[in-house]
């Protein structure tokens, strides 16, 4: 919150940062290079992130440090939960606490991420994986980090006639439904769905129920019977338009960052 402040510091520390013939060693140090990029600062010389090199070796299992921790040193971390409070709204953000709130956190990170470098090193060697970890894996981290940072831009006129066009056709669609239904309902509603379906219409003789007794109207399940009623493939395209407006066309505008009029994804590896 105190930018010019944090400027300072970190200028202090640019030289060190940038200083190709020293490595860096870090968990997730995709986030740390897009962070000091904010403040001019270009982490540069060999890397070593001990996510990525976990990923290497167990790609199927986490790879967050509170895990590795327990899973490589037997040692239970300080949960962000006791600083910034439950995920939630009532949560905090870090920049509101003070360094000597969170100086024990932030030295426990740095110190257990050497510790895991240590030994995830030694295991990439053991294991044949070195020659992927450093000549593959480890450059494509900058390369993921430099494309956040690009972020992408969006048309946002072209996805708001794209609303009003899936919009009135939902509607036209909804029309249609109502009249197959000869009554209207809640589109969105599994149980109305599976009355109208299954206990007026009667489209099929046995319908799937769930443990409570609501009929099934999953998209696996109305797929399978679509060709028994037309209603069953206007409430599917009813669905995908509703999908696609919620995920996608009325949801894409509200995640540009207002300083950069883009979107920044994130890109895991």
């Not at 090199?53 to 899973?71: C, G, I, R, W």
């Not at 991420?113 to 030994?119: A, D, G, R, S, V």
């Given at each position: 919150h105190e930018r010019a402040e944090a400027q300072k510091i970190l200028d202090q520390l640019k030289e060190i940062l940038e200083d190709e013939t020293t490595t860096k060693v870090g968990q997730n140090m995709k986030y740390d290079i897009t962070v000091l990029a904010n403040y001019g600062i270009e982490v540069k010389?060999?890397?070593?992130?001990?996510?990525?090199?976990?990923?290497?070796?167990?790609?199927?299992?986490?790879?967050?440090?509170?895990?590795?921790?327990?899973?490589y040193?037997?040692?239970?971390?300080?949960?962000?939960?006791?600083?910034?409070?439950?995920?939630?709204?009532?949560q905090r953000n870090m920049r509101d606490l003070?360094?000597?709130?969170?100086?024990?956190?932030a030295c426990e990170?740095?110190?257990?991420?050497?510790?895991?470098?240590?030994?995830?090193?030694?295991?990439?060697?053991?294991?044949?994986?070195?020659?992927l970890f450093h000549e593959i894996e480890m450059p494509l981290v900058p390369v993921l980090?430099?494309?956040?940072?690009?972020?992408?831009?969006?048309?946002?006129?072209s996805?708001?006639?794209t609303s009003t066009l899936f919009t009135n056709r939902m509607h036209e669609i909804e029309e249609k439904i109502y009249t197959l239904a000869g009554e209207p309902f809640n589109i969105a509603s599994p149980r109305q769905v599976g009355d109208i379906l299954f206990g007026k219409l009667k489209i099929v003789e046995k319908p799937k129920k769930t443990k409570t007794g609501q009929y099934v109207t999953s998209e696996e399940v109305?797929?399978?019977?679509?060709?028994?009623?037309?209603?069953?493939?206007?409430?599917?395209?009813?669905?995908?338009?509703?999908?696609?407006?919620g995920?996608?066309?009325?949801?894409?505008?509200?995640?540009?960052?207002p300083r950069t009029g883009k979107i920044h994804t994130s890109y895991n590896q």
């Open positions: 010389g060999k890397m070593f992130d001990t996510m990525i090199a976990h990923y290497v070796l167990q790609p199927e299992l986490y790879h967050n440090m509170d895990y590795l921790a327990e899973t040193l037997g040692y239970e971390t300080i949960k962000i939960e006791t600083l910034i409070g439950p995920r939630g709204k009532g003070t360094g000597t709130q969170i100086y024990e956190y990170d740095a110190d257990v991420t050497l510790k895991l470098k240590n030994i995830l090193e030694a295991e990439l060697k053991r294991e044949g994986c070195e020659k980090a430099h494309m956040e940072r690009n972020g992408a831009r969006i048309n946002t006129a996805l708001r006639e109305l797929t399978q019977v679509q060709h028994k009623h037309p209603i069953v493939q206007l409430i599917l395209q009813h669905r995908g338009l509703k999908k696609l407006l995920t996608y066309v009325d949801a894409l505008p509200e995640l540009i960052n």
